[in-house]
């Protein structure tokens, strides 16, 4: 397999064992679309144009590794670099709804609520307010509310800037500022599985990395689907939206099977990369993942990995033969799991012989018809067979699982008479 992945230049790692991976990357990107590429009758608070902030963007919307405090956040914004005192301006005509110290975090800020769209954009960490701005004032498009500072829970000069939907019910009422402000949106993100494990087989966890260039730092869901390989049944779906924060819940590092490993930019390449682990899905131990990146704009990312079982099941070390009044032969022995003794195998060779059954002497031996299926591994099982036999006669028998690994040989086991042949008297 490594031959095979190398061949076609695939990055993964096949650092596990009892797996092995098919690996399709596929990326796509759909006509460019108008929407995810925000309103264009907003103007950036920085800028003061339909010139977007991005260049600047520090920290983008979502979940994010905050390094300096090595704690995990959802960050409701996006953090605007700039110089203290820039400008700052309204977004779109409004009403100033909340002004002045807001919290020991948000530090000076600046609310204003905008009724042509009902909706909210906050401007936190200020230096100053504008001179002479008030609450419940209109303010118009562009107009300068206040300047750039680093008020609040922040460590450099920095414009934090919300949409928020409603008033209260902060911060789930956060949504992505770039679906509002007006920028090209025309990049897919690019995503990759940097992982697929399972360890154990029946909980698969995949690691993704998903970039996205700075330009449009517009990630808005991360899923992962994974269907039963044989039937195409789907085994678990699990996704995290960045925009509506359906994963709810405590903003923790590990959450509903998820690890999101937020972020950093690539100076070198200015792209933004964030790592995403789903863990426990749940499955069999052979499944398709499909996994799926998608932006603001509904431009997705798509790939694929197949993994198959690659543990046979264990050797069957319990065999026994015992002779039957009848000519025929009880067999008995604990059957083995579909890997090694989890699950449950899918089929038996059994076979018989005149001498000691080993590697050799298994290929010649006679093959019994109608072997019982399979009963989950650690379970007693009997099979009886019928006469005539070759005295003295050896029993052993393999076991294969639904993806074709079959166990070692079992042990040789030795008919055992019990003699019932009548004396004769002489
Ligand atoms: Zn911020």
């Known amino acids: 397999m490594r031959r095979f992945l190398a061949a076609f230049s695939f990055p993964l790692f096949l650092s596990f064992a009892g797996l092995y991976i098919l690996f399709a990357g596929l990326t796509f990107a759909r006509a460019a679309k108008v929407s995810g590429g925000g309103l264009d009758s907003l103007i950036w608070p920085i800028s003061g144009s339909s010139t977007p902030d991005t260049p600047a963007i520090s920290s983008p919307f979502g979940p994010r590794w905050q390094a300096s405090q090595s704690r995990y956040d959802y960050h409701p914004g996006i953090d605007i670099a700039a110089p203290q005192d820039t400008p700052i301006h309204a977004i779109t005509d409004g009403v100033v709804s909340e002004l002045g110290w807001l919290s020991n975090s948000a530090g000076l800020a600046i609310v204003v609520y905008h009724p042509s769209l009902d909706l909210y954009s906050a401007y936190l960490h200020l230096s100053r307010t504008a ?58 993100p690019t995503l990759s599985i940097a992982q697929l494990q399972s360890d154990p087989v029946y909980s698969p966890t995949v690691s993704l990395s998903i970039t996205v260039p700075r330009a449009e730092l517009d990630l808005n869901q991360i899923r992962v689907l994974l269907q039963d390989r044989a039937t195409g049944n789907v085994l678990d779906d699990r996704f995290v939206d960045f925009n509506r924060r359906l994963h709810t819940g405590s903003d923790t590092l590990d959450q509903d099977g998820i690890r999101l490993r937020p972020a950093h930019f690539h100076t070198a390449t200015q792209e933004y990369t964030i790592t995403a682990n789903f863990y426990d899905l749940h499955g069999f131990d052979s499944f398709t993942l499909t996994a799926q990146a998608t932006d603001l704009g509904g431009h997705t990312a798509t790939v694929t990995a197949t993994a198959g079982d690659l543990t046979p099941p264990a050797p069957v070390t319990t065999l026994t033969a015992q002779g039957r009044a009848d000519g025929g032969v009880d067999l008995r022995w604990i059957a083995p799991g579909d890997s090694d003794f989890v699950g449950t195998a899918a089929s038996y060779d059994i076979r018989y012989a005149g001498v000691p059954i080993n590697s050799f002497t ?28 070759p005295t003295p006669a050896y029993f052993a028998l393999k076991a294969s699982d639904n993806e074709g690994n079959v166990s070692l040989l079992s042990n040789s086991a030795q008919v055992v008479w019990t003699v019932f042949v009548p004396v004769v008297r002489r």
Request: proline share 9%.
């Open 131 to 188: 001179t002479g701005l008030t609450l419940h004032q209109p303010v118009t498009q562009g107009q300068v509310i206040g300047y750039v500072g680093n008020s609040g829970t922040t460590d450099f000069m920095h414009l934090h800037f919300e949409i928020r939907l409603t008033a209260t019910g902060y911060p789930t009422s956060t949504r992505n500022p770039l679906g509002y402000l007006p920028r090209p949106d025309v990049t897919t």
């Open 362 to 389: 298994w290929l010649s031996a006679v093959k019994v018809a109608n072997s019982p299926a399979p009963l989950a591994g650690g379970q007693a099982q009997t099979m009886t067979l019928s006469g005539p036999l």
